[in-house]
């Protein structure tokens, strides 16, 4: 089966547009076959914007798993973070480059299979998880997110809780420390996770 967190060239469909408002800025986003939230802002991406701390302007954010673009590109809109968005799925690579010159905004974008090309420390980590990738794959995020995070730096996860979101805080706790994590919103079997990394010289 081919999931949107793999490359398959022959996927082919028509691109669609869809527009998105955050924060009175307005966004338009092309999508395509073979990637997440095809059609529209997906509801948990929306929820996730939504209940995010404001970004400072100096803070080095990753949004892991980035699709085509949307919450890196909004948060490089509104906040002027330094942004830098990475995925496996070269169709959403492509899509994220269009897409961010379409709204005028600015990151890196890069190729990486998790944390494979990923180099330096971020204050923000940001991923809505490819839940059919299954547990091994995004625990491995989890684990990897924690040693790619500054002192005091949050990694921010949005998952529903069909999907398996007690299990996930469990893991969370067992990586981050119960003490470092908290729910930023739970509401409609979605939840929002804030882990947080301390290193206490």
């Known amino acids: 089966m081919n999931h949107y967190f793999n490359n398959n060239k022959n996927l082919k469909g028509s691109e669609t547009e869809t527009e998105y408002i955050f924060k009175s800025a307005k966004f338009k986003f092309i999508t395509g076959a073979g990637v997440f939230s095809k059609g529209e802002v997906d509801e948990a991406t929306r929820i996730l914007l939504e209940n995010l701390p404001e970004i400072s302007e100096d803070a080095r954010v990753l949004d892991i798993g980035c699709g085509y673009g949307t919450a890196g590109i909004v948060l490089s809109r509104v906040y002027g973070a330094d942004i830098?968005?990475?995925?496996?799925?070269?169709?959403?690579?492509?899509?994220?480059?269009?897409?961010?010159?379409?709204?005028?905004?600015?990151?890196?974008?890069?190729?990486?299979?998790?944390?494979?090309?990923?180099?330096?420390?971020?204050?923000?980590?940001?991923?809505?998880?490819?839940?059919?990738?299954?547990?091994?794959?995004?625990?491995?995020?989890?684990?990897?997110?924690?040693?790619?995070?500054?002192?005091?730096?949050?990694?921010?996860?949005?998952?529903?809780?069909?999907?398996?979101?007690?299990?996930?805080?469990?893991?969370?706790?067992?990586?981050?420390?119960?003490?470092?994590?908290?729910?930023?919103?739970?509401?409609?079997?979605?939840l929002i996770f804030e882990a947080k990394k301390f290193i206490f010289s």
């Open 84 to 190: 830098i968005m990475s995925d496996v799925n070269e169709r959403a690579l492509d899509l994220a480059h269009r897409n961010l010159e379409i709204n005028g905004a600015s990151a890196y974008i890069i190729k990486s299979d998790g944390f494979e090309n990923i180099s330096g420390e971020f204050d923000y980590i940001i991923l809505n998880p490819p839940i059919h990738a299954g547990k091994p794959v995004i625990y491995k995020i989890y684990q990897d997110s924690r040693e790619y995070l500054k002192s005091g730096g949050a990694f921010y996860i949005v998952i529903r809780k069909k999907h398996g979101a007690l299990s996930h805080r469990e893991k969370l706790k067992e990586i981050f420390g119960a003490e470092n994590l908290s729910v930023l919103y739970n509401k409609k079997g979605v």
